[in-house]
């Protein structure tokens, strides 16, 4: 008889994996379809095992074999493992993750950067949801949010010019690095790390139309006790890239800019005085937020979480 531990949540997913198991009639694909190393399954098995009192499988060289228990237990485990499916199934349905649809907006850097990796997890957890993205300057952004036109969106601040408005909720998503691009052929291009003070007399290739980037770059040159020489301005980052790699100037970009680096152009750091941009996700304050909406939340801080670090 199954003692109290094994009515818990991690036993139901022991069932599920001895189901597997017995299905595949190897421990190694079982692993795979699950989504496990073949040694957490091991592992889990042999603590079924122990809850009931008896061996549910027999290891052959080309696979395992359930013993008469084992396949006993199968049965029934095959029967509760379907209802539960069939309950989260029903469950989703109700939460409206099997239909539906959401509207998210970023800005361009993220769209190219970290916010791909974030859709292509959330189409796979939920197909059904048709999801729609808008890519538009920080007060579109904003207007697009307060309108309805967006359900969520992401933003960006600073520490001297944080982002506050009541009527919006935000939650940290990650920080990310500023950092400057050089040509190969520079004389800094074997270092790892710059600071301002060395820059001091490098002609500066930024984003037009005041972009908040020009901004970042004067602070930190006045902090450092110099006025930046501006030399070419750009349009994207893919431009500045560009002139960058054939010696027209440097560059200080956030860290998310440079995901698709040009070949020709190196990326230093500028250590603990790097400035530091936090990204955000929006929503409003004062909506009552739908499933689907939920579910892209979750989705997005569990891979930021997964990739902490990854543009310090």
Same mark, same amino acid.
């Given at each position: 008889m199954l003692n109290d531990d094994a009515r #818990?949540? +991690?036993?139901?997913r022991r069932?599920?994996?001895?189901v597997e198991v017995v299905e595949q009639g190897s421990i190694t694909a079982a692993a795979d379809t699950m989504m496990y190393t073949p040694s957490a399954v091991s592992q889990q098995l042999r603590k079924l095992e122990q809850e009931v009192g008896q061996p549910l499988l027999n290891r052959r060289s080309r696979g395992v074999v359930p013993t008469e228990a084992g396949q006993v237990l199968a049965g029934h485990a095959r029967k509760i493992v379907g209802q539960i499916r069939a309950a989260q199934s029903d469950l989703d349905q109700i939460a409206g993750l099997r239909r539906g649809s959401l509207t998210i907006g970023t800005f361009p850097t993220l769209a190219g950067s970290f916010l791909p990796v974030v859709i292509r997890a959330f189409k796979k957890r939920y197909p059904a949801i048709s999801l729609a993205v808008r890519s538009a300057r920080f007060d579109e952004l904003v207007s697009d949010l307060e309108s309805g036109v967006t359900g969520l969106c992401l933003l960006w601040d600073y *520490?001297?010019?944080?982002? &506050? =408005? #009541?009527?919006?909720? !935000? @939650?940290e998503v990650f920080q990310e690095s500023t950092v400057i691009l050089v040509a190969k052929g520079h004389p800094? /291009? $074997?270092? #790892?790390? %710059? @600071?301002?003070? &060395?820059?001091?007399k490098e002609s500066w290739i930024v984003r037009a139309d005041a972009h908040p980037v020009v901004e970042v770059l004067q602070r930190s040159a006045h =902090?450092?006790?110099?006025? *930046? !020489?501006?030399?070419?301005?750009?349009? $994207? +980052?893919? &431009?500045a890239q560009a002139m960058v790699s054939v010696g027209m100037g440097v560059a200080m970009v956030p860290k998310t800019a440079v995901a698709l680096q040009h070949p020709d152009v190196r990326v230093l750091g500028l250590g603990a005085g790097a400035p530091l941009r936090r990204v955000l996700l929006a929503q409003r304050q004062d909506k009552v937020y739908a499933p /689907? &909406? %939920?579910?892209f939340h979750t989705t997005l801080l569990e891979i930021a979480r997964e990739r902490a670090g990854e543009y310090l």
């Amino acid at each position: 008889m199954l003692n109290d531990d094994a009515r #818990d949540l +991690y036993d139901l997913r022991r069932l599920a994996l001895l189901v597997e198991v017995v299905e595949q009639g190897s421990i190694t694909a079982a692993a795979d379809t699950m989504m496990y190393t073949p040694s957490a399954v091991s592992q889990q098995l042999r603590k079924l095992e122990q809850e009931v009192g008896q061996p549910l499988l027999n290891r052959r060289s080309r696979g395992v074999v359930p013993t008469e228990a084992g396949q006993v237990l199968a049965g029934h485990a095959r029967k509760i493992v379907g209802q539960i499916r069939a309950a989260q199934s029903d469950l989703d349905q109700i939460a409206g993750l099997r239909r539906g649809s959401l509207t998210i907006g970023t800005f361009p850097t993220l769209a190219g950067s970290f916010l791909p990796v974030v859709i292509r997890a959330f189409k796979k957890r939920y197909p059904a949801i048709s999801l729609a993205v808008r890519s538009a300057r920080f007060d579109e952004l904003v207007s697009d949010l307060e309108s309805g036109v967006t359900g969520l969106c992401l933003l960006w601040d600073y *520490p001297w010019n944080p982002f &506050e =408005d #009541d009527s919006i909720r !935000t @939650t940290e998503v990650f920080q990310e690095s500023t950092v400057i691009l050089v040509a190969k052929g520079h004389p800094l /291009a $074997d270092r #790892d790390e %710059v @600071t301002m003070g &060395e820059l001091r007399k490098e002609s500066w290739i930024v984003r037009a139309d005041a972009h908040p980037v020009v901004e970042v770059l004067q602070r930190s040159a006045h =902090d450092a006790g110099f006025e *930046p !020489t501006i030399g070419f301005l750009a349009n $994207d +980052y893919q &431009e500045a890239q560009a002139m960058v790699s054939v010696g027209m100037g440097v560059a200080m970009v956030p860290k998310t800019a440079v995901a698709l680096q040009h070949p020709d152009v190196r990326v230093l750091g500028l250590g603990a005085g790097a400035p530091l941009r936090r990204v955000l996700l929006a929503q409003r304050q004062d909506k009552v937020y739908a499933p /689907a &909406e %939920v579910a892209f939340h979750t989705t997005l801080l569990e891979i930021a979480r997964e990739r902490a670090g990854e543009y310090l």
